[in-house]
T-cell receptor
């Protein structure tokens, strides 16, 4: 299973952009890069995903390196509600799609 | 409303008893998953199922069992063989395509005393 590596924790000031990095050096050509976030005592919620090109949605942007060995989740203007654990995971486009989570990055937002 | 429902939210059991956690989805998703989360830790995969009547062990399947008799249901039984069953359990579902998002339930917090 391809693995991802993220920093344990990060801090950011409210109303500033946040860049959350993820390394996935063993990614295969059929792996999609997904991001989820989890608030305390809740189930994870989907944030964004991509394959090769950068992606934008109402929640965030995903920047994928040209060699696909790393990616960055960008929150354009952090709010206190963005404080959560962010998980970067790889999903393989075949039947053995296990959805394996790493430890994630705990994001602290400073008011 | 479409979604994935876990019940109950909180569950207490005595040591040595089996307990079954419910997970139901009405999203018509083929794939379903069970995870365990301990305090301050990430999610660990227990079992997953890509299709009805088929399921696979995840990384920590020992002491757990599942069934997938219906597409919308994927119950998890925590057996007495599970040595540390107290944890937060999360269920998820997804279309069987890696290009789509997975949906998670709100979890069941199991406490064994």
């Amino acid at each position: 299973d391809a693995k991802t590596t993220q920093p344990n924790s990060m801090e950011s000031n409210e109303e500033e952009p946040v860049h959350l990095p993820c390394n996935h050096s063993t990614i295969s050509g059929t792996d999609y890069i997904h991001w989820y976030r989890q608030l305390p005592s809740q189930g994870p919620e989907y944030v964004i995903h991509g394959l090769t090109s950068n992606v934008n949605n109402r929640m965030a942007s995903l920047a994928i390196a040209e060699d696909r060995k790393s990616s960055t989740l960008i929150l354009h203007r952090a709010t206190l509600r963005d404080a959560a654990v962010y998980y970067c995971i790889l999903r393989r486009a075949n039947r053995d799609d296990k959805i394996i989570f790493g430890k994630g990055t705990r994001l602290h937002i400073l008011p | 409303d479409g979604g994935i429902t876990q019940s109950p939210k909180y569950l207490f059991r005595k040591e040595g008893q089996n307990v079954t956690l419910s997970c139901e989805q009405n999203l018509n998703h083929d794939a379903m998953y069970w995870y365990r989360q301990d305090p301050g830790q990430g999610l660990r995969l227990i079992y997953y199922s890509q299709i009805v009547n088929d399921f696979q062990k995840g990384d920590i399947a020992e002491g757990y069992s599942v069934s997938r008799e219906k597409k919308e249901s994927f119950p998890l039984t925590v057996t007495s063989a599970q040595k540390n069953p107290t944890a937060f359990y999360l269920c998820a579902s997804s279309p069987s395509r890696a290009s789509t998002e997975a949906f998670f339930g709100q979890g069941t917090r199991l406490t064994v005393v």
